[in-house]
């Protein structure tokens, strides 16, 4: 059974830094593709950045790109998100995703309904 599950969620002020974390389990997390989605209240979830299990390529969407940094580790199962210079707009429910397929092409495919695997989010809220 594949489960994955976040944390590292917290309040935090302008500029400040977070590193979420997610921890996976009943899948072979190295050939899998991984990413990071948020959902802000009254908003459509979004992606925020994947890491594609064939090249290991990554993908960042544009608000968050050279603020964000994902990483896994697949001898550990675990993958993060470095969250540096965190700003109001970034305050959402932060969900961690898999999939079995490599999706070497990763800014094609990191979209929610690319992934069939979701942990239960982890609360960011950025505010001064």
């Known amino acids: 059974q594949v489960q994955l599950v976040e944390s590292g969620g917290d309040l935090v002020r302008p500029g400040d830094s977070l590193r979420l974390s997610c921890a996976t389990s009943?899948?072979?997390?190295?050939?899998?593709?991984i990413g990071w989605f948020r959902q802000a209240p009254g908003k459509e979830r979004e992606a925020v950045s994947c890491?594609?299990?064939?090249?290991?390529?990554?993908y960042y969407a544009a608000s968050v790109k050279g603020r964000f940094t994902i990483s896994r580790d697949d001898a550990k199962n675990t993958v993060s998100l470095q969250m540096d210079n965190l700003q109001p707009e970034d305050t959402a429910v932060y969900y961690c995703?898999?999939?079995?397929?490599?999706?070497?092409?990763?800014?094609?495919?990191?979209?929610?309904?690319?992934?069939?695997?979701w942990g239960q989010g982890t609360q960011v809220t950025v505010s001064s």
């Open positions: 890491v594609s299990g064939g090249s290991r390529d990554t």
């Open positions: 995703a898999a999939d079995p397929r490599s999706y070497n092409d990763i800014p094609k495919y990191c979209r929610s309904y690319y992934f069939a695997s």
């Open positions: 009943g899948f072979k997390h190295g050939y899998y593709s």
